[in-house]
Structures are given as structure tokens and as C-alpha cells.
Nanobody, 122 residues
Framework: QVQLVESGGGLVQAGGSLRLSCAASGSIFSINAMAWVRQVPGKQRELVAAITSGGTTNYADSVKGRFTISRDNGKNTVYLQMTSLKPEDTGVYYC????????????????WGQGTQVTVSS
């Protein structure tokens, strides 16, 4: 199994910044893409940003130019630097990765963290 633990959420005023971290642990054989997905009440989960093991990134249009995703492959950790935050960025942010374990090295599947709350006040 792969466990994902997020940290860094909280309450911030509009225009402020937050940095989310997500560390993967467990019997990790390999991790492909890692991503941040957010859930806003009453809406479907939205892919915020994703990054491949090679460093290629992808962002939702709503966060381009404000959020930066990065990862440390040696630490199996992904980060999300959020700047110029807006009230509409409020939500629960979930970390996601596509990985395989040593017990099943050819079987890649998605894993999810427990989520961290981000609240942006106006």
C-alpha cells in the first residue's frame, strides 16, 4: 500500500499564499504522476495541477499563473505553491498519485490522501 499525507492547508486572506505538501510512504516501487485535486461543496472534484515523474506539469485554467506544482522524487513528495489566492480557491485539496508497490510492481493504481482544507476569506 501507498499512504499519502497532506499538510499545509489553513485559513488565509484573499491575495495571500499557502504551500501544500504531500508525502507518499509505504512499500513504494514506483510513482508516476502526482496531482492535486480539490473538492468544493456542491461541485465535482476538479484537477488543480498534475506533474509527471519527469517534471511535466499541467494546470487548471483557473489556477494558471498563480499555482505551481513541484515534486521531489527522492522524497516521494509533491508540493503545491499557491499565490494570489481567491475565495473561489476555497475547498478540500486532495493529493493523488499513480503508483505501484513492491508486492505488485507491474500494477499501477491511484492512491488518495485524506485531504486538507484551504479557506480563503474575502
Amino acid at each position: 500500500q501507498v499512504q499519502l499525507v497532506e499538510s499545509g492547508g489553513g485559513l488565509v486572506q484573499a491575495g495571500g499564499s499557502l504551500r501544500l505538501s504531500c508525502a507518499a510512504s509505504g512499500s513504494i516501487f514506483s510513482i508516476n504522476a502526482m496531482a492535486w485535486v480539490r473538492q468544493v461543496p456542491g461541485k465535482q472534484r476538479e484537477l488543480v495541477a498534475a506533474i509527471t515523474s519527469g517534471g511535466t506539469t499541467n494546470y487548471a485554467d483557473s489556477v494558471k499563473g498563480r499555482f505551481t506544482i513541484s515534486r521531489d522524487n527522492g522524497k516521494n513528495t509533491v508540493y503545491l505553491q499557491m499565490t494570489s489566492l481567491k475565495p473561489e480557491d476555497t475547498g478540500v485539496y486532495y493529493c493523488n498519485c499513480n503508483g505501484a508497490t513492491f508486492t505488485a510492481p507491474g500494477r499501477y493504481r491511484d492512491y488518495w490522501g485524506q485531504g486538507t482544507q484551504v479557506t480563503v476569506s474575502s
